[in-house]
């Protein structure tokens, strides 16, 4: 099993441009989330879902857009590249109910410049 | 709005010394989940606490769930150079099990040999 892969690794975008990270898992995992990290502030939930074509906001979901049409892809969309989106981000996946916890992928760090 | 803290955000200690991170919740919590993040890795599962005061043990580590499921905390007995790193609390949003996660802002543990 490789677990959650999260490409690119490395990605410099302009302000303005838009890109979609790339996230899959072969767990067959029924929960899956985007997160990003910031120095201090933990990590913070952009969106999750909980199934093939269910999808919800998390604390901080603007300027990113997700769909979910299989169980193994989780993509995150983002719009229109802006410096405050400079950040690290982790997709992550869970069996789901019944206690089990979140596996991350190894994340992908983001700077727009 | 529901929110995870944890104390100290920071905490440098001795080699062979102990280390305590706390955790506390807004609301009380369904279950209390902990990651740990190396620096430069990703977050990785360490256990989920459910009942009311529960006590779990994984070698050095102990971690427990207060009464009124509001606060947990995590104790490493006699610390070695392999604990360095953040470790983060997190707990469900709402009263659901949804798989959405709210994260602490991690307390990133050094340790001097």
């Known amino acids: 099993n490789a677990g959650v892969t999260q490409t690119p690794k490395f990605q410099v975008l302009k302000t303005g441009q838009s890109m979609t990270l790339q996230c899959a898992q072969d767990?067959?995992?029924?929960?899956m989330s985007w997160y990003r990290q910031d120095p201090g502030m933990g990590l913070r939930l952009i969106h999750y879902?909980?199934?093939?074509?269910?999808?919800d906001q998390g604390e901080v979901p603007n300027g990113y857009n997700v769909s979910r049409s299989t169980t193994e892809d989780f993509p995150l969309r983002l719009l229109s590249a802006a410096p405050s989106q400079t950040s690290v981000y982790f997709c992550?996946?869970?069996?789901?109910?019944?206690?089990?916890?979140?596996?991350f992928g190894s994340g992908t760090r983001l700077t727009v410049v | 709005g529901q929110q995870v803290m944890q104390i100290p955000q920071y905490q440098h200690v001795q080699e062979g010394e102990d280390f305590t991170t706390y955790c506390n919740s807004s609301?009380?919590?369904?279950?209390i989940q902990w990651y740990k993040q190396r620096p430069g890795g990703h977050p990785v599962f360490l256990i989920q606490?459910?009942?009311?005061?529960e006590v779990k043990k994984q070698k050095r580590l102990t971690f427990q769930f207060g009464e009124a499921k509001k606060n947990s905390s995590l104790h490493i007995t006699a610390t070695q150079t392999t604990d360095v790193g953040t470790y983060f609390c997190?707990?469900?949003?709402?009263?659901?099990?949804?798989?959405?996660?709210?994260f602490g802002q991690g307390t990133t543990l050094q340790v001097k040999p």
């Open positions: 767990m067959n995992h029924e929960y």
């Open positions: 609301t009380t919590l369904s279950n």
């Open positions: 606490l459910v009942k009311s005061g």
């Open positions: 997190a707990g469900p949003y709402g009263s659901s099990n949804t798989g959405k996660l709210i």
């Open positions: 992550a996946s869970s069996r789901g109910r019944g206690g089990y916890g979140y596996t």
């Open positions: 879902s909980v199934g093939a074509g269910i999808t």
